[in-house]
């Protein structure tokens, strides 16, 4: 519900504020159902673990050093400003994003990553006798890793992406795509025709990701 208020945004009360592209917004509060998945508690268990180890692996000049580097990482915006990250905020977004990809940790500050082209084209929704696949398009070669999110089958009306989750790296690809339909249907299933899927990609190296790039395409009907 829009609301005449001065700008806020998280929490205050049994009242959620929020910006809208229509001003300012605000909605009751709801506790989200804490769903134990597989998936959910491996990245909680990295989450925990390395927010201990600011504190019980940490040396007092290894934070120090940590303090400097984030002091040089921006914080995603709120309200039109941005902020810096802690030094234990850039330990756990650094080492949480390695846990994800399967790398080691990193335990002093890596340097800053210049990202080059991303190649992810295009999502493509075959509906055949084998059922729907789901292949990524690539305009050029693939130099860094690529972390794969994706949402659950929507309605095709739907213009903008949410609630994402993790699936993996990107397969290797094969004649210039790359398959992710095992990615997909093991977290949501196979969609059905007349549903869309949003897939959200990301180049990651080192602990740095980069910017995300959106795709998204609905299935047809079989022979569509």
């Known amino acids: 519900m829009k609301t005449l208020d001065t700008p806020r945004i998280n929490r205050c009360g049994n009242q959620v504020y929020y910006l809208s592209p229509y001003g300012q917004c605000a ?3 709801g506790c989200p159902k804490n769903t134990v998945r597989a998936a959910r508690n491996h990245a909680r268990s990295g989450f925990g673990y390395y927010s201990r180890a600011w504190s019980s692996r940490l040396t007092e000049a290894g934070r ?3 303090i400097v580097a ?3 990482v921006p914080t995603a915006k709120r309200l039109n400003q941005a902020g810096w ?4 905020q850039h330990l756990v977004a650094v080492n949480v ?3 994800r990809v399967g790398e080691a940790a990193l335990w002093t500050p890596p340097e800053p990553v210049v990202f080059g082209l991303h190649p992810i084209g295009q999502l493509t929704l075959a509906n055949g006798d084998k059922g729907v696949r789901l292949m990524l398009s690539l305009a ?5 890793k690529i972390m794969v999110f994706g949402q659950a089958p929507c309605s095709a009306g739907r213009m903008k992406r949410r609630n994402l989750a993790y699936l993996g790296l990107l397969p290797t690809p094969e004649g210039g795509v790359s398959d992710i339909t095992e990615l997909y249907v093991a977290r949501y299933g196979e969609p059905k025709p007349g549903e869309k899927v949003f897939i959200v990609t990301r180049q990651q190296k080192n602990g740095r990701e980069g910017e995300d790039k959106v795709t998204s395409s609905a299935v047809l009907p079989r022979g569509g």
């Not at 990250?85 to 234990?88: F, K």
């Not at 050029?140 to 860094?144: L, M, R, S």
């Open 70 to 72: 984030g002091g040089k």
């Open 85 to 88: 990250r802690t030094g234990q």
């Open 97 to 99: 994003s390695q846990f």
């Open 64 to 66: 120090q050093a940590w």
């Open 27 to 29: 909605r009751g509060y």
């Open 140 to 144: 050029g070669p693939v130099t860094e």
